[in-house]
């Protein structure tokens, strides 16, 4: 197995993240039409755009697949992980995230916590003397754990692929991809346990201990008056914390059924959907696919509330084992949700649950 142990690496793949300063591209090596192994590598410089600049290095590792076989598995792997991400896109496209250079050498970020201050005075000259209070902080940790998923070639198969015309079979690739978005998803929701290292824990919108929660009434075909005075509720419980919005409302799959039924039985011109979607400050109403049973959640999209933390985007790296008879792959990421409290406990997270 490789690891690193002591600051030393231990093993081929930890040694070779040691030498390329955890650069995950070190692991990605392809093969030039010139037949020479190559790899592509963050130079640490970015363009007049803000974007990083890249550069092909000539690498003494041997590469098995071309540049097109790595296209090909990237492809597939983002396309298969997309449509599992949908509370992490939302942050996403929000701007909600935090991209930390070379996550993948760092193992926890460190941030505070700050309290409010008292109000400010009124008086007719402004000689009254005010409050000279200054703000408390609290440090806290955030863990930059990996999330991955293994899938396996054996030289053989890529020989024969490439031997036939044929492109590879990407399947198990899709399926690890798939399986890591699913991970990322649910460790937003919170619908996987808590992970804890380094004397911080990451934890997702529903079992957030400083979340505000609700209870709800189950829903029904004939109470959908009752739901949207309950998510009116929810707003409120976020208001009377300090937080006022803009909100995203994430429902399970349970409530699916009748988010599409008409609002009114009498008017028929609008679904539940809409009608929540009506609602001030609310500027989206989506089904999260991994939401255990009736779940409605609602989440102020902004920075001091939530936002994802992006070590690493997904990448999948490649080895080799068994005398380079088999070449072993690892669809990862680093994206972690940090969840926001300020120095009080408040935050615009509610929970609402039957």
Not at 39 to 62: C, E, F, H, S
Not at 148 to 164: E, I, T
Not at 298 to 311: E, F, H, K, P, Y
């Amino acid at each position: 197995m490789n690891f690193i142990l002591n600051g030393q690496a231990q093993g081929n793949v930890a040694s070779v993240l040691m030498a390329n300063n955890f650069d995950a591209n070190a692991l990605r090596p392809y093969q030039g039409r010139d037949g020479r192994s190559y790899i592509t590598v963050n130079t640490g410089r970015v363009d007049k755009d803000g974007k990083p600049i890249y550069q092909a290095l000539v690498t003494n590792a041997v590469a098995t697949l071309r540049k097109d076989d790595w296209v090909q598995l990237d492809t597939a792997i983002i396309k298969a992980a997309k449509p599992r991400l949908t509370a992490v896109a939302d942050l996403r496209a929000a701007g909600l995230q935090y991209v930390i250079p070379n996550g993948l050498g760092k193992t926890v970020l460190e941030h505070e916590a700050m309290s409010d201050i008292g109000d400010a005075s009124i008086s007719m000259d402004g000689l009254r003397e005010g409050d000279s209070d200054r703000p408390q902080f609290e440090l806290t940790a955030l863990p930059l754990p990996i999330v991955h998923k293994d899938f396996q070639f054996s030289a053989r198969q890529v020989m024969a692929s490439r031997n036939g015309g044929s492109p590879l079979d990407t399947t198990n690739a899709e399926l690890a991809g798939r399986k890591v978005a699913e991970e990322v998803e649910k460790l937003l929701l919170g619908e996987v346990n808590t992970y804890t290292y380094g004397g911080g824990t990451v934890y997702g919108y529903t079992n957030f201990t400083d979340r505000l929660t609700h209870t709800l009434t189950a829903p029904a075909s004939d109470n959908h008056a009752t739901t949207v005075a309950q998510v009116l509720a929810m707003r409120k419980k976020s208001i009377d914390a300090g937080y006022y919005g803009p909100w995203a409302l994430y429902y399970s799959p349970g409530w699916s059924v009748y988010m599409d039924e008409d609002y009114s039985t009498s008017k028929g011109d609008n679904t539940m959907r809409q009608r929540l979607a009506a609602i001030d400050g609310i500027t989206a109403v989506k089904q999260a696919d991994y939401l255990s049973d009736t779940t409605l959640l609602l989440v102020q999209m902004t920075s001091d509330v939530a936002r994802m933390v992006i070590g690493m985007d997904l990448t999948t790296v490649q080895w080799e084992s068994h005398g380079g008879m088999q070449l072993n792959f690892k669809v990862m990421c680093i994206m972690v949700p940090q969840l926001r409290s300020d120095y009080n406990d408040a935050t615009g997270i509610v929970h609402g649950s039957v």
